[in-house]
């Protein structure tokens, strides 16, 4: 990049300022998290980013908005104690249904879980077009398929759910006690919980999609047969 050498060439203070200024505009002006790498890439080389970020977090401590890892990423969100007051003034999202939500925490503590898995799981079918729902809201995603017979497709969640709920890694989901006192355990089978952990793109039984064949494509993903 041009500005690189111009900021690389600023004597101490003013070149750390300077990339504070970069770090804070490139995660202000981004829809969804940043991740170090692509910071990196607007910074010269060997700059000491973990201290950039330190540095905008305590800068950013107390105000209304607050610095924060997400997704594997940086990201500006309100500050914790000010979400209600502006949970106020946004329209009611669509909920989920509880059918949905159950399928959602399932293959959130669960993943990689095919929609067998999930069925078993909740102890009872799942309705055409509940995974629909779940995909087009971006909170899951088809990792890839199960080696074994049927090739089952299995399922994830995805950056955009982590985003959502304020999670850095799915290693972050609440804990048994956690949910006991949110009240959750109420509405969640109690099948649904796991110790939740970080996945890789895909375990040893897994292989990737690929294209489906002709005769797979007529077949609704959900409602494969083995």
Do not use: C
Not at 32 to 42: K, Q, Y
């Amino acid at each position: 990049m041009a500005e690189r050498g111009t900021i690389a060439s600023l004597p101490g203070a003013a070149g750390l300022r300077e990339h504070l200024r970069i770090v804070e505009a490139v995660i202000f002006a981004s829809a969804g998290p940043v991740d170090e790498a692509a910071l990196a890439t607007h910074l010269p080389a060997g700059t000491d980013l973990a201290r950039l970020i330190g540095e905008l977090q305590s800068a950013y401590a107390g105000r209304g908005v607050n610095l924060v890892a997400v997704a594997g990423g940086w990201a500006f969100r309100t500050a914790e104690d000010l979400a209600p007051l502006l949970r106020r003034e946004q329209a009611e999202p669509r909920k989920l249904s509880r059918a949905a939500l159950e399928t959602l925490a399932i293959i959130a503590y669960h993943q990689p879980a095919t929609r067998a898995e999930v069925e078993e799981i909740r102890g009872v079918a799942t309705a055409k077009g509940t995974l629909d729902v779940l995909l087009e809201s971006g909170w899951v995603r088809m990792r890839g398929r199960r080696k074994s017979p049927g090739r089952p497709i299995t399922y994830g969640t995805t950056p955009a759910f982590l985003d959502h709920f304020g999670l850095e890694r799915i290693g972050d989901l609440p804990g048994l006690e956690e949910l006991k006192g949110a009240g959750l355990l109420d509405t969640l089978p109690q099948a649904v919980l796991a110790a939740p952990r970080d996945e890789p793109d895909l375990f040893d039984d897994e292989e990737p999609l690929g294209a489906l064949a002709d005769d797979e494509a007529a077949v609704p993903v959900d409602e494969e047969q083995p």
